[in-house]
């Protein structure tokens, strides 16, 4: 148990609708990341986080972003989903403020069904 | 763009065997990541590489960070059974992150 917790485990929805992941990083870690990992693409950086403020972005599409609350839990919002969008959506924590190379924890992730 | 070819894809040993996987690319890396993910949970960061030539270790896990800084290599020496998953390259400059489809380790009873 890496102490990330996300939910829900299991989304389906349908195409054009949208939904909201969510993620709690370890007690103490300033830093969230998403990630998203299909079976085209792999794995993927989307975003980081730090301390409420956004650090980093990667490969993020138009219609996803995301916050970090003042409680430090993040949220990652899909939305016009298309069938594309299926896949393992993972947030990771750190306790350092720097990049996507430092010492992160995965949470278990966010299996997403677009039908 | 910048694409990381990993190989092999998958590999099936027999317990005790050592192993060896690489990512390469045709751009240049400052930082290069192994990972390794058991089904149905997220990665684990095993080695981070930050030096051409550097030679890292890490248990049974050796991982080396090419002198072009366009390559990486991952050993694992005498393989066990909780060995078993998919281990990811990853290499990080300018602020972005790319990593490899993945090597799938299998081993045989």
């Known amino acids: 148990d890496s102490g990330v917790t996300q939910t829900p485990k299991h989304l389906i929805t349908a195409t054009g609708q949208r939904v909201t992941l969510r993620c709690s990083p370890r007690s103490g870690d300033l830093s969230v990341y998403w990630y998203q990992q299909s079976l085209d693409q792999g794995l993927q950086f989307l975003i980081q986080y730090y301390n409420g403020e956004e650090r980093a972005k990667g490969n993020i599409l138009e219609r996803f972003s995301a916050q970090q609350f003042p409680d430090l839990h993040s949220e990652l919002n899909l939305s016009s989903l298309e069938l594309g969008d299926s896949a393992l959506y993972f947030c990771?924590?750190?306790?350092?403020?720097?990049?996507?190379?430092?010492?992160?924890?995965f949470g278990p992730g966010t299996r997403l069904t677009v039908l | 763009g910048q694409q990381l070819n990993q190989s092999p894809q998958s590999m099936f040993i027999q317990e005790g065997e050592d192993v060896s996987m690489n990512c390469t690319s045709s751009?240049?890396?400052?930082?290069w990541l192994w990972y390794k993910q058991d089904p149905g949970e997220g990665p684990v960061l095993l080695i981070a590489l930050y030096k051409a030539g550097e030679l890292t270790s890490n248990g049974r896990l050796t991982a080396q960070f090419g002198i072009t800084r366009k390559d990486s290599f991952l050993n694992i020496s005498a393989s066990i059974p909780s060995d078993v998953g998919i281990y990811f390259c990853?290499?990080?400059?300018?602020?972005?992150?790319?990593f490899g489809k993945g090597t799938r380790l299998h081993i045989l009873p």
């Open positions: 990853a290499g990080f400059r300018d602020d972005k992150i790319i």
């Open positions: 751009s240049i890396f400052n930082t």
């Open positions: 990771a924590s750190s306790s350092a403020s720097g990049t996507v190379t430092d010492t992160q924890y």
